[in-house]
Structures are given as C-alpha cells and as structure tokens.
C-alpha cells in the first residue's frame, strides 16, 4: 500500500492524503506506526473514524495510558470539550506544554479527533522541543547544562494563560523534576523539557537565580515561530509525540463549541 503524504512543516509533521477508514489493514497499522516515527505528528482530515477505529490507529503507535486518575475506571478516551458533561479543558487559550510533565510517567503520545470545531480561534499549535533544543543559542546551552526542573499541576489553581506561581500552590498538586534537557527514552534524542504551563523552578538555584533563567528561557521559545498550526475541522485525526512536540491551545469564543476526543499513549520505561 503505497499512501500518498503532504509534509507540514520543515522539521515534523506529515498529512495522509488517501486514508481509507474502511480498509485498516495490518500494513495501514505499520505505516502509521512508521510514520509517527519518523515525523512525529500524523494528520488525517475528514478522517470518517468512529471511535474503534479511532482507538485501532492510536493502539499501532503504542498502548493506551491509563495513568490519568480518570482514565483508571477502563475509559479508553476522555474529551476536551465545551460540549461534553465531563468534557475537561473546556475553554480559554493553553500555554505550550507536553501533557503529563507533572508526573512521574509523562505520556509518549496523544490523538485527538475532532468532533465539533469553533469557527474562529481554538488552533493546536505545535512546537519542536528536539529543534528548540538543537537551534539554541550556545549561552544559554551553558547556562543549563546539568540543571533539572520542576513542574507542577494544581488542581485548585492552575490556569491555562498564566504561569504558576509556587508561592500559591494548594495542597493539591502533582509534581515531578525531570533535566532540563532530557533525553527521549524511547528515541533517545536530547528535548528542552520546560513549560510556561507547568515549570515553577530550577533545582539548586535561589529564586531569583531560577525566575530569571525560566524567563530567558521561555522568552526564547516564545522567539521561536509555530511551525505548525492546526485549523480543526470535524472528523480531523492526529497523532502526535508528547515528547518531540510541546503544543499550545489558542483562545476562542466561549459561545462557539469546540470538542474532541483524546486518547493518551502510554511511554515504555525501561
């Protein structure tokens, strides 16, 4: 089987052009699985999957994470969602982030379908950790070699367009260190493992040490263009590394609804 691809941008992403949702095949599987490899993101639009299917595409690239609290009842999705009763996430813009950095497993990859799309606003953006990293000035390399971070999530108070402030964390919060730069366990390639989203310091540094470097840092990633930008449409399918890839919500019309199904998958440990 011989698909027909469209790259989307210079360093990831590739868009299936011929995808048939009603010959998913074993030989279908290993080209996703191939292609999540090598590019890291794969899109499908107008997809036509429902949510087998769905699952079927998710489970070539690796198992289902059931890391997430919600997640542990068997639910093999959960949907970012306005529309949904249980839907999370609901509105409001997101800084870049990689889901799961406050625990001690992040996750290898996430899908997302598309279910209903705003009209204006509501793009995932994406950014590529691994070139951040690579493209970095070299005084800032420096400046971070051997450091860790870490990041935390505040179920009382964490908001999607604010960083957290440490000095207001409730009781409630997961939390874990990874380096700085971190190496990709599966891959093994060297990533810029920081977000305004989650990071709250720097290990080993005063507090003033740590804000002004997580404030070099984030103002270089802001420096750093979208490489790629995606406008949903319903029936819209992607598979992306949480890893490779940080990614951002933009803002929208909290009177336009926007839902989508996620499924999380699960990093190999070693």
Do not use: C
């Amino acid at each position: 089987m011989g698909m027909h691809l469209k790259p989307l941008s210079d360093s990831f992403g590739v868009e299936i052009l011929d995808f048939d949702a009603n010959n998913i095949t074993d030989e279908t599987r290993g080209a996703i699985k191939l292609l999540f490899d090598n590019h890291q993101l794969v899109l499908i639009r107008n997809s036509g999957v429902n949510e087998e299917q769905h699952l079927e595409l998710v489970k070539a690239v690796g198992p289902i994470s059931t890391t997430d609290e919600i997640m542990k009842d068997g639910r093999q999705f959960t949907y970012i969602s306005n529309v949904h009763s249980d839907g999370r996430v609901p509105n409001g813009e997101l800084f870049y982030h990689s889901d799961h950095m406050f625990l001690d497993t992040p996750l290898k990859g996430i899908s997302l379908y598309s279910i209903e799309a705003p009209e204006h606003g509501g793009e995932t953006r994406f950014l590529n950790a691994a070139r951040a990293f690579r493209d970095m000035p070299e005084s800032l390399k420096k400046r971070i070699e051997g450091l860790s971070a870490r990041h935390v999530y505040d179920y009382n108070a964490n908001r999607g367009d604010a960083r957290p402030d440490p000095s207001k964390l409730s009781d409630k919060v997961d939390t874990s260190v990874y380096p700085v730069v971190w190496v990709h366990p599966e891959s093994g390639t060297p990533l810029l493992y920081i977000s305004k989203l989650f990071t709250t310091e720097v290990i080993g540094l005063s507090r003033e040490e740590s804000d002004k470097l997580l404030d070099d840092l984030f103002a270089y990633l802001d420096s750093i263009p979208d490489e790629y930008a995606h406008k949903w449409r319903p029936g819209d399918l992607i598979i992306w590394d949480n890893l490779h890839l940080q990614h951002a919500r933009a803002d929208f019309p909290e009177t336009e609804r926007r839902a989508l199904r996620r499924v999380p998958i699960a990093l190999k440990v070693a």
